[in-house]
Each structure stands twice: as C-alpha cells, then as structure tokens.
C-alpha cells in the first residue's frame, strides 16, 4: 500500500528546498563577488577568452605535430601573459585523439594552470561532443540529432546523452557545445541533420531530454557535463539556405517557432549558451542587445554564460561589417552582452579589450557581470575542487552497453517511408538479394560530419566490429546476398540480377557541415540517380536506402520503388541497424520529424497555412509533400481507439483529460508513436491547418497488447503568439486529432 507524505509536510519540504537553494546561490554569489575583488582586469579578460587546442599545441596552427601534445612554452604564454581560463576541441579541426592521449593534455594543461593561475581558477575545457564524445577514438557514435528526434523517444535521446556526457567527462572536458536546438524548418541547411527537425514541440521536448542526460542531477558529477545550448537564436533559417548567410525573421515568427526550445531547455537548467553566428533581419546577433539581454536575460530569465561561435566578434568587423575596425567590435559585442569570446586563434580579443577598458569605454564592473557567470560555471562543474577524475571512474568508454545504446537508438530511429506488398522484411522469403551504392559500404557516411575530424570526410574511417550496411546484410543473408561495388557497371548490374529477386540500392549525402557543406539544390547526385534508374530498369524490386544530411530530392526515385528506408546518419551501429531492419529482425521505429519536400521549390512544413493548402482548384498551392511530417510505417501493427475527452470546454481554471487506448500487435518489439495534433477553427493570427501538441511513444514487446494513455491539456497549451507579440489562447472552437480519431472542444 502505498504512503503519501501529508501535503503539509511536502509543502514544509518544497520551502525548505527552495530557502536551500537560495542560501546556496546567494553563498555562491558571494564567493565569486571575494573572488572578483582579487582579480586583476588582465585576469578577468583571460577568463572571457576561449582559445583553440591548436593555440597552445606543437606545431604551426592548424598544421599540428599529431597525435596533439602541449607546447610547454606556448602554454606558459597563454596562460602567464593572458591568463586565459578556457579552451577548446583538439587544435583547429586535425580531429580525434585517443582517450589517454585527451587524458594528458588536460592533465598537462590542468597542472600547469594551478602552478600558475594565483587564484586557482581551473581551465574550462569545451569541445562538439554531438552524437557521443566523436573526437575521441573508440568512443561510441550515436544516431546524429535528427535521427534521434525522428525516435520521437525522449527517454532514449535522455539515455544517449547521458553516455555522451560519461564519455565526454572521461577525457576530462566538463563542458560540451550542445545540443542544437535551431529549428530546422530550412533543409538546405548544411546543419539540418544537427537540428530535431521542423517542429516546436518535438524539438523543445528533446532538447530538455539532452539537458537532463548531459547535465543529470549535479554538473560536479564526474558523469555530468554542462550544457550548452546553440546557436541563440534563429541561426537556422538563412534566406538562401546557405550557412551564416541572413535569415528574415521578423520578431513574431521568431517568438513562434525559434525561441520556445531555447526557453524551455533555459527551464530545463542548461548551463550555457552559444550565440548565432548571423544576422537576423540585419543584426548580428553578436551585437543585438535585444536578443542577448531583452530576450535571454529579462524574458527568458537565463542567468548563464553566453559564450560566441568561432571569432564571431572580429566577424563583425571583418565580415558582418557593423563595426568599422576589431577594437569597435569587441566594445559591441561586450556591451551587447557577450560573456566569452570564441576568439580563437590569437590574443587580440584580449589586448583591444583591455584597451577599451584602460579609455573607460568599457567599465570594468561590465566584465565582472560575466565573468562572475564564468567562476559560478567552473565551481558547478566542480572544477575548484577536482579538474579530472580517475581513470577507474570511467570503464564504460565505447562498451558494449554503449554499444547497444546506440544500436537502440538507431533502430528507433530508422524510418521506412515506403513498402509497397510487404517487400520488406527480406528475410524467411528466401529470395536471393544484391546490394550496391555509396551508402552500402561505407563507415564515414553513417556519421557524417562532427564525427572523428569536423567535415567528417575520411573514407578510410573504421570501428573494430562495426559493420557497413553491405556487411551487416552479408551476416544477415549469407548466400541470399550478392554485394556488388558502389556503382557497379551495367554488365554486371545485368548479370548480377539475372539471377536475383530485387536489389537494395544505398544512396548517401556526402558529409560535411556549416559553409564547406552548403548546396544550391536538394538533388540527388547525378550518378546516384542513374544507379536507381538503371537498377529500376531492370525491372525487378528496388528497395531504396537513403543516408542523407537533409531531405535530398527523391520523389522519381520512391515512386518506382518498392520500398524506402530513411537512415538519417544513424551513427557506427547504423549499418547493423539498417540491416537488421531489412532483414527483418528488428522493426523501424522511426517517424519522420520533418516534411519531406516533393522537389527543391515546394518547401513546405506540416504546420502550414491554409493558404498552402490545395482549395479550390489553385491547387499549385497545394501542400503535397513526398511525406507528411510524423510520417513512418512500421512492421508492427497497431491503432489508437477509445478515446476519452474528459471535458469538451477549456477555460482559464480547468484542464481537460485526453484519454486513449493504444492496441499493439506484431511478431517483433519495436516501438510505436501516437501524435496528438489540434487544429484552431480561426484565429487572430493565421492558425496552422494543424499543430503537434502531445506524443506518446510506447515500446512493445511481441505479441498482443493494448495500453491506455491520459495528456493532461490546459488553455495554454493551445497558445500562439499574437501581433502585439503576446502569448495567447483565444477563445474558440479547436479540433484534437488522434489517429483517425477526432475530437472538437470550445476554448472559453
Ligand atoms: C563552429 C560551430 C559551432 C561549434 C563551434 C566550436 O563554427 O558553428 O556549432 O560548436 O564552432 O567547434
């Protein structure tokens, strides 16, 4: 029988908490303000600076003496002359290191700076830990952002950060550049694969499931990291879909769609924040005070560190050109509201801040607002006390248990978007099956790029015991499979299927990320589009897999296809996953978190307007994606019913009970998703044919179940921002849709 504490003594403990919490913090506050009181100003400069590995490593910049290793000399300079208080990845993008290897240079670094640092103010260490510790060798590499959004699993996406962060932290870095949560709502974005898709409630929802794993209950933990969510804000709509290149959004769509994944991750607890590295409407976001200090700090209430994207302030001058020289630039920048400048391959940033303070043109009591944020960062994460953890701590560094995390992770990702007559799965039919293309027989491709080196190109990339997804299906099949070259010839393409029931064809995006990846079209290469046509020609079931960045242009392609399986960059475990799925042994989990776009001109998002929908016979406007958002088909079967509306009238004071059943079957476990969606009648704003509003994701063993699910829904959740830029839930009829379930209530 369970026992309830009296509500008044969870009430007496929920104060005393938060009395708790608040002594903390104002004991916090000030030991940081005794600290600030003993600092020099050329110390507290150095403890805005952020500089790369490469700054004090051997070897010229960005031409490294590899494996990495310290300049002593270097070093000391930074450090002696600068009193630099952070760094940052393995030294101007020459890539992973081993785990001992990253365990030295900290060490090395951490050692150093407590000879030297008179206050004993530890270095802050930051790197891009995206999809696992990726610049770390043998360390696990997770599904990228986008397929782990498209598991619509929130508990899974919670799981793989928080073995980021163990593997993360293992190396001695407490701090890590992520998640992404710009919205990706333009796919011919370099980055859209580092987004959680085109929706608000999906996104917000898997951002703070990262918070909690990378950040878990104490930053001081050694399996903890802090957070850093990126890039504030609205870096991820460029007009031209070209990276860092101006995005239009005027301030109500910004306040609709960009900002609420920041604000709740903000709720969430995450620690810090890097800055958009464009322009929104004009404005840098690097010198908007709007942003940095009306919209971070007073409306969203975030009282971390603000850190820039890489020398984002001298951008402003050399690029941007708002500032008519550097020294103009880092005055704009601080009074903005910038903490830490990303510098990150020189001290300049230190000596023109400096200057600006000495003219009085920046106070110092200015650089005490953030660095305090710093010092406050650094005795979370613990690092006054203990910089790095004993080895011993940390056993699980690409394990087995890591392993299947990721494996997991891809097959609840995996989507299949088409399988006309059950084509799949292949196996028990004993049909005999070939496999070619790109994506058949490469590492790299699963993982794309933030994987062992930036652009994440190295072709040569193996994993002891990883497979391609060729010979993930030669395991699976054995001798029902033919493995032929990445582009086989059309003679042997002819042969080969002479004597084959169908052909899986792999196709692949090559990696790449920011500005080397940007495109001018969505299309499919060309050489990939004739493998389709000539394997179609054939006549006999093609089965397309597609691992891809962003949605390329396939829509010839899936019509003639028997069947499309959307891998996402589905990480190291992604060819065992897809092949398990082909074959049969594991179901596809996966929705699609985004529309899929019919050609390059017909972007259009699941939350359109009516005016994107097809009326009247103006059906050019007519929203016909490839596939829908929240779109995948899986090999169980299942479907919503009984739904219960506890109420059919919402107002201010009250909530309504959403309640249904969901009946599972099939043969395999797997996973299952149920989306909750509403749909305003009319609206002071133009309402979206639809809106995500819940989900639920259940994980099925085989066999027959059902399971009854309840979402409480309040006013508020059907909210919008209006044209005086206010949050409202106007009154007025609203449609929930669940399955093929309806349900109309009236908002009071
Ligand atoms: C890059 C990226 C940012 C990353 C940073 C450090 O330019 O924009 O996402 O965290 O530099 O690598």
């Not at 782990?148 to 293992?170: D, F, G, I």
């Not at 920011?514 to 006549?539: H, R």
């Not at 009326?615 to 016909?624: E, K």
Request: hydrophobic fraction near 40%.
């Amino acid at each position: 029988m369970k026992r309830f504490l009296p509500i008044s003594l969870v009430m007496l403990l929920a104060g005393w908490f938060s009395e708790t919490r608040a002594q903390h913090a104002e004991q916090a506050s000030r030991w940081a303000d005794s600290l600030l009181s003993r600092m020099t100003v050329e110390e507290k400069i150095g403890q805005m600076t952020l500089i790369d590995l490469g700054v004090v490593a051997k070897g010229k910049p960005c031409a490294l003496e590899l494996p990495q290793a310290i300049d002593n000399d270097k070093l000391r300079m930074a450090l002696q002359r600068y009193h630099v208080g952070n760094i940052l990845n393995t030294g101007c993008g020459s890539g992973a290191m081993t785990l001992e290897n990253w365990r030295r240079i900290i060490r090395t670094i951490q050692e150093e700076n407590q000879a030297i640092n008179r206050h004993g103010i530890s270095i802050l260490y930051g790197i891009d830990a995206i999809h696992g510790a990726n610049y770390t060798l043998g360390s696990t590499l997770f599904p990228q952002q986008l397929a782990q959004a498209a598991s619509w699993n929130p508990e899974l996406v919670e799981r793989v950060n928080r073995a980021s962060a163990y593997e993360t932290r293992a190396a001695g870095i407490p701090w890590n550049f992520s998640p992404v949560l710009d919205l990706g709502r333009q796919p011919l974005w370099s980055r859209f694969f580092e987004t959680y898709g085109e929706d608000v409630y999906l996104a917000t929802t898997m951002g703070q499931a990262a918070i909690r794993g990378l950040q878990g209950e104490s930053l001081s933990s050694p399996y903890s990291v802090a957070a850093c969510l990126k890039h504030f804000a609205g870096y991820s709509m460029p007009l031209s879909g070209k990276d860092r290149t101006p995005a239009w959004i005027p301030e109500r769509e910004l306040r609709e769609y960009f900002l609420p994944p920041f604000a709740a991750a903000f709720n969430a607890g995450a620690a810090t924040t890097m800055i958009n590295s464009g322009d929104i409407s004009g404005t840098p976001v690097h010198v908007d005070s709007f942003m940095l200090q009306q919209v971070l700090r007073r409306e969203m209430g975030f009282k971390g560190l603000a850190v820039t994207d890489w020398e984002d302030i001298y951008k402003l001058s050399d690029i941007h050109r708002v500032a008519a020289n550097r020294k103009e630039a880092v005055r704009m920048a601080i009074e903005a509201g910038i903490d830490m400048s990303m510098t990150p391959n020189d001290f300049q940033f230190n000596d023109l801040l400096l200057d600006l303070v000495k003219e009085g043109r920046i106070p110092e009591s200015r650089l005490d607002v953030s660095v305090k944020r710093i010092l406050l960062l650094k005795r979370q994460l613990g690092l006054f006390e203990q910089t790095t953890f004993a080895d011993s701590f940390y056993t699980a560094v690409g394990s087995e248990a890591h392993r299947k995390l990721s494996y997991d992770a891809a097959v609840a990702s995996i989507t299949l978007l088409k399988n006309e007559n059950n084509t799949l799965p292949l196996e028990n039919t004993r049909q005999r099956w070939a496999i070619c293309g790109p994506g058949a027989h490469s590492m790299h491709l699963l993982n794309g790029a933030w994987s062992r080196s930036w652009q994440g190109t190295d072709t040569t990339y193996r994993h002891e015991g990883r497979k391609t997804i060729a010979q993930a299906m030669q395991d699976n099949l054995g001798d029902q499979l033919r493995v032929l070259p990445a582009f086989p010839d059309a003679t042997q393409l002819k042969k080969t299927m002479r004597a084959a029931d169908g052909i899986i064809v792999c196709l692949a995006e090559k990696p790449g990320t920011e500005i080397p990846c940007n495109i001018d079209a969505l299309d499919l290469p060309a050489d990939q589009k004739k493998l389709v046509a000539d394997a179609l020609a054939i006549g006999k079931p093609v089965v397309l897999v597609c691992t891809f960045n962003r949605p390329l242009i396939i829509t010839e392609e899936v019509e003639k296809a028997a069947a499309v399986l959307y891998t996402y960059l589905p990480g190291d475990e992604g060819g065992r996953a897809t092949a398990d799925i082909l074959s049969g042994k594991a179901s596809p989990g996966g929705r699609l978190p985004f529309t899929y776009p019919r050609s390059s001109g017909d972007i259009v998002h699941y939350d359109r307007k009516h005016t994107e929908n097809m009326y009247s016979d103006f059906s050019a406007n007519g929203y016909r994606p490839l596939f829908d958002f929240a779109h995948g088909l899986s090999y169980l079967t299942h479907v919503a019913y009984a739904v219960k509306v506890s109420d059919s009238v919402l107002n201010d004071s009250n909530f309504i009970q959403l309640q249904f059943t969901v009946l599972h079957s099939g043969s395999l476990s797997g996973q299952l998703t149920v989306p909750v969606y509403y749909s305003r009648a009319y609206a002071s704003i133009t309402p979206p044919v639809k809106k995500l509003i819940r989900f639920v994701t259940v994980e099925r063993e085989p066999g027959h179940s059902n399971q009854t699910f309840a979402f409480a829904l309040r006013k508020s959740d059907f909210s919008f921002i209006n044209r005086r830029m206010e949050r409202v839930s106007e009154p007025g009829p609203v449609t929930l849709y669940i399955g093929d379930f309806t349900k109309q209530i009236t908002i009071r």
